[in-house]
């Protein structure tokens, strides 16, 4: 850890008020050292990771991280704060601040010595001489684990070097009964798995925090990190014995199934870290009442267990309400599909572009491909899009499927999805089959099943029965109609005109600025994709994408206009905000008005949900049409009517701008009137955006 921090990269008087400031102040440092190459793009991406998940842990500690294009090399930042900054933490400000930034491909060596460094943060020994510690060169040697000269309060022991915890992890997870004396029964065992979206920090830190309550408790805990480094699997023995299952994860659990059976506790990463003793206590009053995973099926993927959790996104606890879960594997599957949606159309784009219009005539590539002929290369460039095109309706069916009913799901949920494009019922069409997979799924993971034939349902039966199930039923049953419903839909859209297709724009508008990529937002967002995921979209299919994506970039170019016209209105954070809400806006990328939304909802959002519909009726009154599902201004030359298309854009941006001003200007000025930077984001309205790096 050496080359990771120094004396210069340490701030042991960090006189910052915020978490963005507190970023900014280390990041600085970073600059200053060549080891990040852009601080807007890297504050960008801290900001982004931020509203995942707050970063702020229990016992004073901020950690701020991200993997970020814009850092050279894996790079540690300390901060000492005084009067503490809040980083969400539910005890409180923290005092000691870690910005950890990591490249986008940085090794697994380094992303070891990051994940020792997290797990060093649970030992409050560390912690404690962090606080008392003097000078910079002092604080940088303590955390790359050397001793410092003259410091003081540095704990003594193998703990104090950081890159002895991960490996002195590995034999915490082993545990023998033989290592509790004048036991007559081994101690209870349990296993456990951590996870988060980066897989730098949290993941660590759950697992530190679990080994040392099992620890304290007398279970013996073993735990498989699932982060950025990668993973050795649990040994399969180790499995078998143990008397319980702790999943503490934020993003899928990677191989779910090879837990299924036991008494299992499913929640998030940071409960592992703020309460695991807790946790431990859990699985084991679940292991004392013989509650286990509902395993009809053995390595059903836990879409079973108690907790009524999938692994995407899960589907909330068992008081959540049909809608609340219809929602969520709804957007699951969009999720999945968005990558498709904007690789492919953008390939499609990019053909027409260079070949014209006529270029879906073209014959095959594989018959005909000149290398020196632009044409050729146009229909190659269309051609890989239609097929990224195909997988849309299957990959939305398979993970709406997925998220009810977990892997088992994938199979029907695909099978289902390409019957709908089959026989033309389009994304109605894979709507249903994904339901009506992981429905089906889910039926037969609920029937008793003989051990013996366990073994086999997760990759024989349940495949076998789900794909004859669903394709019988979109071939044979609910497929026509369905069918009809969509050709109805399409005509109905190709005849819309004059005052209908301006209502049309206007109601796509607010939707797309309803939730800045949330479940709305997405719907509408789904809904114009949907139209030109052909080889040939009708002109009316174009006029509705391009007046979704004119009314997405409204909110995010609105706020960073707003922040230059009177800055005084917003507070420090938020005008930062609003200079990366310029290029967020341009690429049609919604989430960049979050920040202003969760700080002041009740003004930002109505204001530009106005400007929203604005844009979105006036590019239909001009006729905007838009062949790519993204881009922003980067593929305004590929829009039909370009020029209006960009006064419908400026029309609602000026609308949105205004009616913010005004209300803003309406309000009582009071201190900390504007809550600082994200800090104060609902946790409701920003976790879909992060998820999502798209405008949908």
């Not at 594997?329 to 006529?358: D, R, T």
């Not at 799901?409 to 997979?437: D, Q």
């Not at 349902?457 to 004859?468: G, T």
């Not at 590019?619 to 980067?634: Q, V």
Request: charge should be negative.
């Amino acid at each position: 850890m050496s080359e990771m921090i120094t004396a210069d990269l340490v701030d042991l008087d960090l006189s910052a008020d915020t978490k963005e400031a507190a970023a900014r102040a280390l990041a600085e440092r970073m600059v200053a050292l060549g080891r990040v190459t852009d601080l807007e793009g890297f504050l960008a991406d801290v900001a982004a990771r931020e509203a995942q998940m707050p970063t702020g842990l229990d016992g004073g500690i901020g950690i701020p991280h991200c993997r970020s294009e814009h850092v050279t090399e894996p790079t540690l930042a300390f901060g000492r704060s005084a009067a503490g900054i809040d980083f969400g933490a539910a005890d409180g400000p923290a005092d000691l601040i870690f910005l950890i930034a990591a490249p986008a491909g940085a090794d697994d060596a380094h992303l070891t010595i990051l994940s020792s460094l997290a797990r060093q943060l649970m030992n409050s020994e560390f912690t404690d001489a962090l606080r008392s510690v003097g000078a910079a060169t002092a604080a940088a040697a303590l955390i790359r684990g050397e001793e410092p000269d003259g410091a003081e309060g540095v704990s003594e022991g193998p703990e104090d070097s950081v890159a002895v915890p991960a490996a002195a992890s590995a034999g915490t997870a082993t545990g023998s009964p033989d290592e509790a004396p004048g036991e007559p029964e081994r101690p209870f065992r349990v296993v456990a798995v951590t996870s988060c979206p980066t897989g730098i920090a949290h993941t660590y830190m759950a697992a530190e925090a679990l080994e040392n309550a099992g620890r304290e408790a007398g279970v013996e805990v073993v735990v498989e990190t699932q982060g950025s480094a990668g993973f050795t699997r649990l040994d399969p023995a180790v499995i078998a014995a143990a008397d319980g299952v702790i999943f503490a994860h934020d993003v899928p659990v990677r191989d779910k199934d090879r837990f299924a059976g036991k008494p299992t506790v499913d929640t998030g990463v940071k409960a592992a870290i703020n309460r695991p003793g807790e946790l431990i206590g859990e699985v084991r009053g679940k292991a004392a009442s013989g509650e286990v995973t509902a395993d009809g099926a053995a390595g059903d993927g836990g879409a079973g267990s108690s907790s009524g959790a999938t692994p995407v996104e899960r589907g909330g606890g068992s008081g959540d309400g049909y809608g609340t879960k219809l929602r969520v594997w709804l957007m699951s599957g969009v999720s999945y599909m968005v990558p498709f949606v904007a690789a492919g159309g953008l390939l499609i784009a990019l053909g027409f572009a260079i070949g014209g219009y006529e270029i879906n005539k073209a014959p095959s590539v594989m018959d005909h491909f000149v290398w020196s002929q632009a044409d050729s290369w146009a229909a190659l460039l269309f051609q890989i899009g239609g097929v990224a095109f195909a997988f849309l309706v299957p990959v939305l069916a398979g993970y709406i499927a997925y998220g009810m009913a977990d892997r088992p799901g994938l199979v029907p949920g695909f099978v289902g999805g390409s019957i709908a494009l089959t026989i033309n019922a389009g994304f109605l069409g894979g709507l249903a089959a994904g339901l009506i997979s992981g429905a089906v799924v889910m039926a037969i993971q609920r029937i008793r099943i003989p051990a013996a034939l366990r073994g086999i349902m997760p990759v024989v039966v349940i495949p076998l029965i789900s794909s004859a199930v669903v394709g019988f039923l979109m071939f044979v049953v609910i497929g026509k109609p369905i069918a009809s419903a969509q050709k109805a839909m399409t005509d109905w859209l190709s005849g819309l005109s004059g005052a209908n297709a301006v209502l049309l724009g206007a109601l796509l508008g607010l939707m797309m600025c309803f939730d800045l990529g949330g479940p709305v937002n997405k719907v509408a967002y789904a809904f114009a994709t949907a139209g030109i995921a052909v080889t040939d979209p009708s002109d009316s299919a174009m006029k509705i994408m391009a007046a979704v994506m004119a009314a997405g970039m409204v909110p995010p170019l609105a706020m960073a206009l707003a922040t230059t016209v009177r800055g005084k209105l917003f507070n420090a954070a938020e005008r930062e905000n609003g200079k990366a809400a310029w290029v967020l806006g341009a690429s049609f990328i919604s989430e960049g008005a979050i920040p202003f939304a969760a700080a002041d909802p009740l003004r930002v959002i109505p204001s530009s949900m106005v400007g929203g519909a604005v844009t979105g009726a006036l590019s239909m009154a001009f006729g905007a049409t838009l062949r790519a599902p993204h881009g922003g201004i980067f593929v305004v030359p590929l829009i039909g009517n370009p020029l209006l298309y960009l006064v419908a854009i400026a029309a609602g941006v000026c609308v949105t701008t205004a009616l913010v001003l005004v209300l803003k200007g309406l309000r009582k000025p009071a201190s900390g009137a504007a809550a600082p930077g994200t800090g104060g984001a609902d946790p409701s309205a920003s976790a879909p955006a992060a998820k999502q790096p798209v405008a949908a």
